[in-house]
Every structure is written in structure tokens, then in C-alpha cells.
């Protein structure tokens, strides 16, 4: 079963969740060395799945930004998401990118015939993820299986919220199994449609509003940043953490870090101490 997730920390956690290990067992005067799964994980809700890392492909395009008319194998899409990388990651962000971009790998594993399993949330990038590949495996008659994360899941006396699957640790993944469910041939089509219809729209972003995935203009995001910051210095990666903290928002930091970006250049948010990186600078509402 090839697992399909649509960004980079959810691939990373799946890959963990499906590792195979090698380990020693003695039998009699003879040591054997066996390939298996990791020692069961010894806390509740929790377990591993079948295969190994290399069943995971990482759609990680990140769909919700940007112009979608563009090929996303283009140089618009990578260009377009190291430059945002990049505000974190400096140097280290081309390769990052190429390493989650794997469309070409994906379509051998749908030429193979493999059943496919898709792990979407109601993230931008997940759902916009899953709307495309849908567009995609309207050309192919492999088996499509779905996985949606909950809002939320009740443990004992908790309840634990999610935004997206980059929440959960590796050993929770199998846990999420029993909502698994194939994906039909006419709801494949549904979610082509849905597609379609976001790339004529073409906004330069994509958000969940009211249920429903819709284009929404570039400062859709900004009100979340003028709430939080005041006159007061404040550190960016910590006015980021707050402003995601507070309104629960399912996109990036990096988008954050672009529209801050913005701002100073357009003369709104003072930089009061400058650092190598964006994140690190000290920060706070100019006077006007």
C-alpha cells in the first residue's frame, strides 16, 4: 500500500510509522538476524503499519498558495516554495524542496497498479492536495483508499484536537485506520471537479471557508498579524507562534514570515533589531 500525505512532517512521521529494523535473536548457539517492525509502542492508541518507508510519497506542493494554472512541476511551484523556505531554512531549502516533491514517483506506483492510500485533512494544502491528485487518478483505475483526520478524538477523559496530520506521531497513524474507507470512482470525479473549479478561479490563495474550499485574496491571512502585534517589541518567531496559537490557523509560519515581510517593506511593521534570520529579528507595529 503506497501512503500519500501532502507535506513533509506528516511524510517524515509515516515513513517512521512503516520502518522496518533490523534486530538480533538468539536461538540456541545461533544468532539470527532478523528484519522487522519496531518493539510495539508500549502507550495506548498506538501501533505501526505494514511496509516501509519507501511506500511513502510526499505531495507536498503546498496548492493552497499561488498561481495553480502553472504546471506544479514547474519552476513557478518549486521558486515559489523555496522562496518561502528559504525565509526559514536559508541554504538548505532547495534541497528540502526536491526531496518532497515527487510527483514522478508517485505515477510510476499508479502505473505499477499499486493501491494507493490518501491521508488528507481539511488543512488548505491537504485538501487542495487531494482535490489535484483526484484529478490525476481520474486517468487511472487503480484502488484509492481515504483517510481523513478527525477535528478531534476522544482519549479517556481528554479530547485531542488536530489541525493536520503533521500532528500526529508516528505510532498514531494505525490508530486512524479504522475511518479508512475506498474512495469511489464518482467521488474521484467529485474532487476533480472541485479542482477544476480553483484553478479557473485561480486566487492567489485557497482556504476552507464554511466547509468549503474557495479562492481568497493574498491579505486574507493579515488581519491574524495585526491583532497580535502592538508597539511593543516582539520577536517574530514568537509573534508567529502566538498568531497560530491563538486563531488555530492552518497555514504555514512561512506565510506569516512572507506577509511580515511585506509589511516592513511597506513601511507598517519597524525592525528594531535585525538578525540573520527572519525569524530572529525583534519587531513591532511602526507609528503612524
Not at 203 to 226: H, Q, T
Amino acid at each position: 500500500m503506497i501512503e500519500v500525505l501532502f507535506a513533509d512532517s506528516e511524510a517524515a512521521s509515516m515513513k517512521a510509522a512503516k520502518s522496518t529494523v533490523i534486530y538480533s535473536k538468539v536461538d540456541g548457539p545461533t544468532a539470527v538476524f532478523i528484519a522487522g517492525k519496531k518493539r510495539p509502542p508500549e502507550k495506548e492508541h498506538s501501533g505501526w503499519l505494514k511496509g516501509s518507508a519507501s511506500d511513502v510519497v510526499c505531495f507536498g506542493y503546498r496548492l493552497d498558495i499561488g498561481d495553480i494554472q502553472k504546471d506544479i512541476e514547474s519552476h513557478y511551484r518549486k521558486n515559489l516554495i523555496f522562496s518561502l523556505l528559504n525565509m526559514e531554512m536559508g541554504e538548505e531549502a532547495q534541497d528540502y524542496v526536491d526531496c518532497f516533491m515527487q510527483m514522478q514517483q508517485l505515477r510510476i506506483y499508479l502505473e505499477d497498479g499499486e493501491a494507493i492510500r490518501i491521508w488528507y485533512s481539511d488543512a488548505p494544502y491537504s485538501r487542495c492536495g487531494l482535490y489535484h491528485l483526484c484529478n490525476i487518478l481520474n486517468c487511472y483505475e487503480n484502488e484509492i483508499h481515504l483517510v481523513k483526520l478527525p477535528e478531534y478524538e476522544v482519549r479517556g477523559k481528554n479530547i485531542v484536537y488536530y489541525k493536520n496530520w503533521g500532528e500526529v506521531a508516528a505510532e498514531e497513524f494505525a490508530v486512524f485506520l479504522s475511518g479508512e474507507r475506498i474512495l469511489s470512482k464518482e467521488e474521484i470525479q467529485m474532487y476533480a471537479f472541485l479542482w477544476n473549479d480553483l484553478v479557473e478561479d485561480n486566487s492567489p490563495l485557497r482556504a476552507m471557508v464554511n466547509g468549503k474550499m474557495i479562492g481568497v485574496p493574498e491579505n486574507f491571512y493579515d488581519f491574524m498579524i495585526f491583532n497580535r502585534l502592538t508597539t511593543k517589541p516582539i520577536k517574530e518567531c514568537r509573534l508567529i507562534g502566538d498568531i497560530i496559537g491563538h486563531n488555530q490557523a492552518n497555514i504555514g509560519d512561512w506565510w506569516f514570515a512572507k506577509r511580515i515581510q511585506h509589511f516592513i517593506e511597506e513601511g507598517l511593521i519597524k525592525v528594531l533589531e535585525d538578525a540573520e534570520t527572519p525569524y530572529a529579528r525583534l519587531i513591532c507595529l511602526a507609528n503612524q
